[in-house]
């Protein structure tokens, strides 16, 4: 039973809006240092890859008994009864065969584009491991998998082979929840949303089973695919719940079954995460761990999901991005232009953040040819301006009217980005800077002229230049703030 002081104090936590999650700096010096490093890279990669690929359907959720746009079930024989959905679902291993897989093409044309990281699923929801698990034979190297045959079958292991030699770092995206594990969704029960489907303090063997499984097949990653600069977990909500976090979470069901339903539980689902992360140190000790939307020592940086922040963020952050389509391949996905993954990186790096953008493997194993032309332009425009993107930092504003800012990290240089028609004059507010300061474009050597204004800099475009810029969508003026 609730004390009246705790129902005032949860009462208040339900109806009045709480603060962005808190970020908890790792105590490591060696993964402070890691983590600086990785903000200086600035644009990665991310794929979502499966045995559902095949389907062209959102990755994994169709299986997940919740009544969400996501979750609606469209493909395989019987789609409108759950248990023989799950079961084509799950075949779908047995006529998994990306012939056309040849990681190297992706990593290059990813280089080309300037990419300096990846982050690949090793293990979606679903539990299909795209790597060569001893704990499970639901993976594409088991026997029922027709591509066991290919000697790239453990796609894990091959990617990474190719991205590292390409020099982007390594991140090993892994799910915390598996729904096909028989310790996460048992077979005694049937499942009831994204949450384990029994309680795990009353059946304590089952779970302490499933946590594991889980350390074992994270180890499997962390020291026997090389070095791996990252290890994202995602699954938010497999984590160890307060016995506060748990009252709110009933009480708020209690005042919504009024009006409406709680589509997914709140369950405590403890993996014991710090003692994982222990023993994956051990092995990698620089390692980041993307604890994904837990506030707590284990989320190294943020990860907002296909948006991005109206602020600056000071906190180690990262925009996940849909380049095209879904998560997963879906057929005939409309991209996004160069000019607007240009814009939405210059929009995350003036705010502090990484891009991750993500592609989708076809289940042939090849890209769609717009991705490869999409990575094409954005890697011409960022060898013009890459200077103003990488090992950048935001200033103390991130937006001016319609120019946007970065700095070296060093605050040896400020940067300008005009995202729109480029003016005959721009004008920068609060800023004063020597007489002798030689302002630029990147991409030309012409030198530009500038004078002081009443509140700032007025920085004059002479109309060559106006009319012939060194590149499109986008241009970076470069202004030394050390001489």
Same mark, same amino acid.
């Given at each position: ?48 890859? /499966? ?132 310790? !996460? ?63 709110? !979470? ?9 009006? /409406? ?34 506030? +707590? ?54 705010? /502090? +953040? ?17 991705? !490869? ?16 993107? !990488? +090992? ?63 509140? /700032? ?27």
């Amino acid at each position: 039973m609730l004390k009246w002081w705790r129902f005032i104090f949860l009462f208040l936590l339900l109806n009045f809006p709480l603060k962005a999650q808190k970020y908890y700096a790792d105590p490591s010096p060696v993964v402070q240092q890691k983590l600086e490093k990785w903000r200086d890279l600035k644009f990665g990669l991310l794929m979502h890859w /499966g045995a559902y690929s095949q389907w062209g359907i959102v990755e994994s959720w169709s299986i997940c008994p919740e009544d969400y746009p996501w979750c609606q079930r469209t493909m395989g024989p019987d789609p409108h009864h759950y248990f023989k959905y799950l079961q084509a679902y799950q075949k779908l291993q047995t006529t998994f065969n990306p012939s056309k897989f040849n990681p190297s093409k992706w990593a290059k044309a990813a280089k080309d584009a300037g990419m300096k990281y990846l982050v690949f699923t090793t293990k979606h929801h679903d539990g299909f491991c795209m790597f060569d698990s001893k704990f499970t034979d639901y993976k594409v190297t088991d026997v029922k998998c027709p591509f066991h045959k290919n000697q790239k079958a453990d796609i894990t292991k091959e990617i990474f082979k190719a991205f590292r030699k390409q020099g982007l770092w390594i991140g090993a995206y892994f799910s915390k929840p598996d729904w096909h594990n028989e310790y !996460y969704w048992n077979p005694y029960f049937p499942p009831l949303d994204r949450n384990v489907n029994y309680d795990p303090e009353l059946h304590s063997n089952w779970w302490q089973k499933f946590v594991e499984y889980t350390h074992n097949q994270i180890m499997e990653l962390v020291t026997r695919y090389g070095p791996i600069d990252s290890l994202w977990l995602d699954g938010g909500w497999v984590a160890k719940k307060t016995q506060e976090e748990l009252e709110i !979470y009933y009480l708020k069901r209690l005042k919504e079954n009024k009006s /409406g339903f709680i589509k997914n539980r709140v369950v405590s689902q403890d993996i014991k995460l710090a003692e994982l992360v222990k023993k994956a140190r051990q092995t990698q000790p620089d390692l980041i761990v993307v604890d994904r939307a837990v506030e +707590g020592p284990f989320q190294n940086y943020l990860t907002p999901e296909n948006t991005i922040p109206d602020s600056i963020i000071e906190a180690p952050w990262e925009s996940c991005i849909i380049a095209g389509g879904g998560w997963s391949w879906v057929p005939n996905a409309k991209y996004k232009s160069a000019e607007e993954v240009i814009k939405i990186l210059i929009n995350i790096v003036a705010k /502090g +953040g990484n891009l991750l953008l993500n592609i989708a493997p076809r289940p042939d194993g090849e890209w769609d040819q717009q991705a !490869y032309e999409l990575l094409s332009e954005v890697g011409h425009w960022l060898r013009i301006n890459g200077e103003a993107i !990488y +090992g950048t930092r935001a200033w103390r504003t991130f937006k001016q009217n319609n120019i946007w800012f970065s700095r070296k990290q060093d605050h040896s240089a400020l940067y300008a980005f005009v995202t729109d028609e480029m003016p005959k004059k721009l004008e920068i507010e609060n800023l004063k800077i020597p007489l002798n300061t030689k302002i630029e474009i990147l991409g030309s050597s012409q030198t530009l002229l500038w004078k002081d204004s009443d509140n /700032g800099i007025a920085i004059l475009i002479p109309d060559d230049l106006r009319k012939n810029p060194p590149c499109k969508f986008a241009w970076a003026i470069k202004i030394p703030l050390k001489n």
